[in-house]
């Protein structure tokens, strides 16, 4: 089945600074990579995604780019300020077939934005 | 439009007891996936359901099981708890039509004493 690996398993920047988090995958029918954000006690909020026909995406402070060929994504967040401190969640997924409904998830990565 | 709802917030149960979780989903999402989040294990996969079908299942013991209604209402059911199955359990609802953009319940947190 997929796997998804994700590093750094924490992360401290400086307010203003840039974050970024990597995510390698290992199905190579997997064509779906959504971004998670949970806040302490919070649900997971979808931030972003990008599907397998597509590069890059951007939304503001937010960008995520796929390589198919290496198999890994990332996330990168510009201007970090500090209520972006939470965990991210990579994942990842093969539309349809035996995969309906199911995100495979990277382990999170603790991310702290110091003022 | 109201987000994924879930209910009970939080549950306290006894070793050997069973117990039923609820979720509502976004209203026009006829999928509903179910997820056990813990600091060890991170988020795993449950089952996923579509109209009232379950079409994909992880790989938890047959003590775990679902159904979903006809409005789309979903519930997970957890037989002869274990102390290993304290955890967040959360539930995700999307379209159904693929598996794009799942937006999450807050989750029902389940002690087991």
């Known amino acids: 089945g997929e796997n998804v690996e994700q590093h750094p398993s924490t992360l401290s920047v400086q307010e203003g600074d840039s974050a970024v988090i990597k995510c390698t995958y290992s199905?190579?029918?997997?064509?779906?990579f959504p971004w998670y954000k949970q806040e302490l006690g919070k649900r997971p909020q979808l931030i972003i995604d990008i599907r397998s026909n597509v590069g890059e995406k951007k939304d503001q402070r937010i960008a995520v780019t796929l390589n198919k060929t290496a198999k890994h994504f990332s996330l990168h967040i510009t201007e970090t300020q500090p209520e972006d401190s939470a965990v991210y969640f990579c994942a990842a997924s093969r539309t349809g077939g035996t995969s309906y409904g199911k995100l495979t998830f990277g382990q999170g990565t603790i991310l702290t934005v110091h003022p | 439009k109201a987000g994924v709802t879930q209910t009970p917030r939080y549950l306290i149960k006894t070793r050997g007891q069973q117990v039923t979780l609820s979720c509502s989903p976004i209203?026009?999402?006829?999928?509903v996936s179910w997820y056990q989040q813990t600091p060890g294990q991170g988020l795993q996969f449950l089952f996923e359901y579509f109209s009232e079908t379950q079409r994909n299942k992880g790989n938890f013991p047959g003590r775990f099981s679902g159904r979903q209604f006809s409005n789309s209402r979903s519930e997970m059911n957890v037989s002869t708890l274990e102390l290993g199955d304290s955890a967040l359990y959360l539930c995700a609802s999307s379209r159904g039509t693929a598996v794009y953009e799942q937006y999450f319940g807050p989750g029902t947190r389940l002690t087991v004493t």
């Open positions: 209203s026009g999402h006829r999928s």
């Open positions: 199905d190579s029918a997997s064509n779906y």
